[in-house]
């Protein structure tokens, strides 16, 4: 059984961590890590329902049939394509220049922020709800102190709760960051 406190715990201190050593203010970092932990949440979900999907799904000639967008908005998920799963992001070589990754717009991916800027682009690609909401400011973080945060939060531990659970843990770090904000103005 996972204990969440001590799970929450130690996401915020390794997160805040990072985040003193970065010289980052709150308010910089705040929007986001919040970001990541939804995509986070966005990936847990989203493999749970593919799991379901899977299992009922037909076949032709020993081949199960691809999944689709359309599948998951019927369970009330977001479909991410594999540019935007955060297994994909986080398992990226260090020189992501390299990789010759394409935006959703066709521009070259650079870096790990412009990665994570385009997974942002697709999640709200998927979902009229969030266009325009989610961050895509992590080109000003360094690809070093961004990989550092993702491996935060690929947690193994995240594997076995469900999407209850990852919500109180961004509560939890909204709260956190509240009180910080709330600190360095006072």
């Known amino acids: 059984m996972i204990n969440i406190k001590k799970l929450e715990s130690d996401l915020w201190e390794s997160a805040d961590l990072l985040r003193a050593e970065s010289k980052l203010t709150s308010n910089q970092y705040c929007m986001p890590v919040l970001g990541l932990i939804f995509l986070r949440y966005a990936y847990s979900r989203y493999k749970l329902v593919e799991k379901e999907i899977l299992a009922n799904r037909p076949s032709r ?33 260090e020189n992501v220049a390299d990789k ?28 009229e709800q969030l266009v325009g909401v989610l961050p895509k400011e ?34 939890y770090f909204l709260n956190k960051f509240a009180k910080n904000v709330a600190q360095d103005d006072g």
């Open 100 to 127: 010759g990754l394409k935006s959703i717009n066709g521009d070259d991916i650079n870096s790990l922020g412009e990665v994570v800027n385009n997974a942002m682009e697709l999640v709200e690609s998927q979902s």
């Open 61 to 93: 000639n020993g081949r199960v049939m691809p999944v689709s967008a359309l599948d998951f908005k019927e369970k009330s998920a977001i479909y991410l394509p594999k540019e935007a799963q955060f297994d994909y992001i986080v398992a990226l070589p």
């Open 138 to 171: 992590y080109t000003e973080f360094s690809d070093s102190l961004l990989s550092q945060i993702l491996r935060i939060f690929n947690n193994d531990e995240l594997n076995e709760v469900d999407g209850d659970v990852i919500g109180r843990i961004y509560e």
